[in-house]
């Protein structure tokens, strides 16, 4: 048996450790550990603060999913406060949420995940005459030619294509080679780049992506202009509860949304869509075309027992969340768990989310039994709490082996990670751009989705589309670490789609001559109740994503996130079992221990995003300490 | 007075690493694609063409450094904003101009190779690497509230620090402490200029930063073997030396009295001042006003939204919403004097670089006054 640690988990949002026990003959993992080794106690920064500036302060858990958790904030507030906002805001957050998924997947993709899959070393020996043709190939082979249901096409033709010329890739290829011959590897450093999982694809397909990353490394910026048009930069752009900021005219060149502006937005829409279907799509069904043959459908893990969705994209405005409207709205109806799919969407169990299961404590909460926290209530850590009355105290108990500053091996029977444990009727659940598949193709498939908007139909013909390309049923393909990446490539087109469909709603909205960006009716927080709570839910890039907020006197009594990768990331409960990576790194088998390449690729294809998901949560009447820092003596800490 | 064009000297027994233009050579570009490099750079550097002779040089001789970029207590959102630069683009700048050896959101390893290859790049490039740090600095517990490699944060960085050339403090975290040491500070959060003993630390400040300010930064270092000159905190005058209040757009609509008073009516429609909503433009030294973000198309006051004063120190506890005006300036009448009252309370502690500064911002305020006043027009610097 062998104990291996990879710290830090680099390619992902945060600080990441895992730990896995290897059976050295069989390449089984016999168990792992999952550990989020920062907190910076967010939430407790939100008690007293102006609910109207919420989003602000919490869109600061992440940079990457920028938007995601602002989003989620103004909903909460909104939910909280009874506000309706505007048909033009609901248009212009969906037009910007669908542009970070779109923008999120593809670095995800390319810079985050393809360095697991393709290796700069491997395309020195690639032909680049051989490479130009597969590349045409690829592109005439790996298509799913789908499209949402728009009338309002913008753009001649498709433009910035993948180059299929032997010269090009010989000069990716030269400064390649250049690069490893001077020994400065850069980033590229200090990889197994050596390991047999670089062999399964020939030489031409590491040449072609090592060209697509570099592009796309130049190109992603110009997905998210929407944010920046809309919210005046990227990362952290601007929101405001009951709307938006950015208000519409069509008679000032000074407004901040003009015709010009929405130009602007409009051909980042059209470019979103062109890089997921020429490069993205294509490249990710060549790469798991290749994983699929040679038998790679292990990483699955939780996936196969249970996943949650929150469902999303409000078609119109809603009245609230709590009241169960949001749900009733939604292009995307994945509010639900779907358990067992492994054995078949047909005979996969269906449970749907609905408005009154938000605020039962029996539904969702979350347990601390392995978490760097303790519970002051008398059923002790293991029993999950509701977000609404979330309590914690930190309670760092160091490591099993090594000193409290210095891990060796963390205490897989203790505490050993800053993630709580979400919890839905007491069981773990994977979220994710999967869920969202395996949710609306169960939905689909046992009739249970009357009356299938487009999106829903086009997930399920996306599905099936691979499932030709690949060759094997969704059921088999679909729970595991490929399907998982895979997931993500759809979910990317789609939204893609969506962009573009909101963005005609929006223009349409115009049309009538409505231009209200904001209701500004409850604004003054003398119109507010004096209590009030209130929940808002967003499938953000990596899964479901839901804000609690309390309100009292005009200030934020309590605020609390329950993150998508706090769900995949979380440490075990002794009832619930593992979580979705311990899972999934238990579901793989790894071929060299000391290079466990297949370990950080399967946790890798949840997009792991751990500032995200480790907070604080409050706790009325703790006390805090205050540290006084002396600046010239080296970081020693004073506690007064 | 001001710390200005401190030398990134190389050790003697270091090998000879590449210039810019070297590595243009290497990857086979043409002059012609280098010297286009190198225009592009002299605008994106805020310099006067008649500079391009100098960056052409400093290209052409000074070796690439080597970058070794670290995280705190962050939310990798100046990760990102550094790879949506446009000018460099984020490939040229991490294969060509910089050799980027550490970092954890775009370095291929992970783990203890990972480890080991820091730990050979500090050995090998001792004295002579860039530190780049993105994330504040948390030590209460002993640090264990950030950990990574198994290890407080607040150690490695210490340790990095010690064989830096320069240190740049990415955003508002690790300049200043950031959201997580907001109140109460659970984390015992702080910038990274107390931890890294006497080493001049370059803030970038913004949450996050613009991010041709971000490779701009690099860039000079890249090109001129010089850290930019910082004003007294420590910030690159060329992106930090206005006000966004001095640089807005809406500007003269304030000079005006044009105002938006709520959100989404008439004058927030035709985009006007943004001032009565909170706008914290005028007590902001920012780029937001001239670079913009990507590349001039917007900033958060051109798409409808009060500046937050994300550049500033401590600006998540102002004491007021961020749609109300900060309570201590009182009613527009007092507008001009909220720089610089803010410049004041900002360099409490730092008097010693402070001074000048205030002063000259002070100057700098009084001659807005009095163009204001329309009594006499006042030669820019």
Known sequence: ?640 | MFISFVTIKGGKNVEKRETMWEAYLRRGFSRRTFLKGCVALTSLMGLSTDMLDKVVEAAETKPLPVVIWMHGHECTGCDESFIRSASPLASDLVLTNIALEYDHLLSAACGEPFEQHLEETVKKYYGQYILAVEGAVSTTNNGTYCMSGGKPFVDNLQHVAKGAAAIIAYGSCAAYGGIQAAKPNPTGSAGISHYVGTKQVINVPGCPPIPEVMTGVVMHVALFGKLPTLDSDGRPRQFYGNRIHDTCYRRPFFDAGMFADHFDDAGAKAGWCLYKLGCRGPETYNSCGNLRWWQGMSYPIQSGAPCIGCANANFWDSGACFSERLPKYGPLPDVDIIGAGLAAASVVGVAAHGALSVVQRHERDKAEAKENEGKEQVAGK
């Open chain 1, 1 to 640: 048996m062998k104990h291996i640690v990879v710290d830090p988990v680099t390619r992902i949002e945060g600080h990441l450790r895992v730990e896995a026990s290897i059976d050295e003959g069989s390449g089984k993992v016999q168990d792992s550990l999952s550990s989020g080794t920062a907190w910076r106690g967010l939430e407790l920064i939100m008690n007293d603060r102006d609910p109207r500036d919420a989003w602000a302060y919490i869109q600061r858990i992440c940079g990457v999913c920028t938007t995601a958790h602002a989003l989620a904030s103004v909903r909460a507030v909104e939910d909280a406060l009874g506000i309706k906002i505007p048909k033009n805001a609901n248009y212009i957050r969906n037009i910007m949420a669908a542009s970070l998924t779109v923008q999120d997947h593809i670095v995800h993709f390319y810079h985050l995940h393809a360095l697991d899959w393709v290796s700069p070393v491997a395309a020195l020996s690639a032909n680049p005459e051989a490479t130009a043709a597969l590349q045409n190939q690829v592109l005439a082979t790996y298509q799913v030619p789908l499209r949402g249901p728009v009338a309002l096409e913008t753009e001649a033709f498709a433009k910035e294509l993948p180059r299929a010329t032997p010269s090009y890739f010989k000069g990716i290829q030269d400064r390649v080679k250049k690069i490893v011959d001077s020994g400065q590897l850069g980033i590229f450093a200090a990889q197994w780049w050596d390991h047999p999982d670089y062999n399964l694809l020939p030489p031409e397909v590491h040449l072609m992506a090592v060209a697509h990353y570099v592009e796309m490394l130049d190109k992603q910026r110009e997905l998210v202009t929407p944010h920046v048009v809309f919210g005046g930069k990227n990362p952290h752009p601007h929101y405001l509860v009951g709307g938006m900021p950015c208000s519409i005219s069509q008679d000032d060149g000074n407004s901040p949304v003009n015709t010009a502006r929405l130009a602007i937005v409009d051909r980042a829409i059209n470019l979103g869509r062109t890089l997921v279907n020429q490069y993205y799509l294509p490249d990710l069904l060549a790469i798991g075309g290749i994983y699929a043959k040679a038998g790679r459908v292990d990483g699955g893990g939780l996936a196969k027992e249970r996943v949650l969705g929150f469902g999303q994209y409000p078609l119109d405005t809603y009245n609230t969340t709590s009241d169960g409207s949001f749900f009733s709205s939604l292009l995307i109806r994945c509010n639900g768990v779907v358990e067992n799919f492994a054995a078949g969407a047909d005979k996969a169990k269906f449970t749907e989310l609905k408005g009154e299961d938000l605020a039962n404590p029996d539904v969702f909460g979350e347990s601390v039994g392995h978490a760097w926290y303790e519970y002051e209530s008398r059923d002790g850590d293991d029993k999950a709490i509701h977000p609404y009355d979330g309590q914690t105290k930190p309670k760092y108990t160091g490591p099993k082996v090594g000193t409290p500053t210095d891990w060796k091996e963390l205490d897989e029977k203790g505490k050993y990670s800053w993630l709580k444990t979400p919890l839905w009727h007491g069981k773990m659940c994977e979220v994710g751009p999967l869920a969202r598949y395996i949710i609306i193709y169960t939905r689909a498939k046992q009739n249970l989705l009357p009356d299938m908007t487009w999106a829903e139909k086009m997930m399920v013909d996306q599905v099936d589309a691979v499932s030709r390309v690949l060759n094997i049923p969704p059921h088999v393909w679909l729970p595991t670490m490929l399907g998982r990446t895979a997931a993500r490539a759809l979910d990317c087109q789609l939204n893609a789609e969506i962009e573009r469909f909101f963005f005609e709603k929006l223009i349409n909205n115009l049309k009538t001559g409505d231009m209200q960006v904001a209701n500004m009716d409850k604004w003054e927080p003398s119109t507010w109740p004096k209590k009030a709570k209130g929940v808002g839910l967003y499938e953000a890039p990596r899964g479901a994503l839901s804000h609690w907020v309390n309100i009292e006197g005009g200030r934020v009594s309590n605020y609390q996130c329950i993150v998508p990768t706090t769900w995949n990331a979380c440490p075990r409960d002794d009832k619930a079992g593992h979580g979705a990576y311990e899972k999934a790194m238990i579901d793989t088998q790894v071929k060299i221990p000391e290079k466990p390449l297949e370990l950080v690729k399967v946790i890798r294809s949840f997009d792991p995003c751990m500032a995200c998901a480790t907070h604080l949560y409050n706790t009325k009447g703790e006390t805090i300490r205050i540290v006084t820092t002396d600046p010239y003596s080296g970081g020693q800490t004073v506690e007064a």
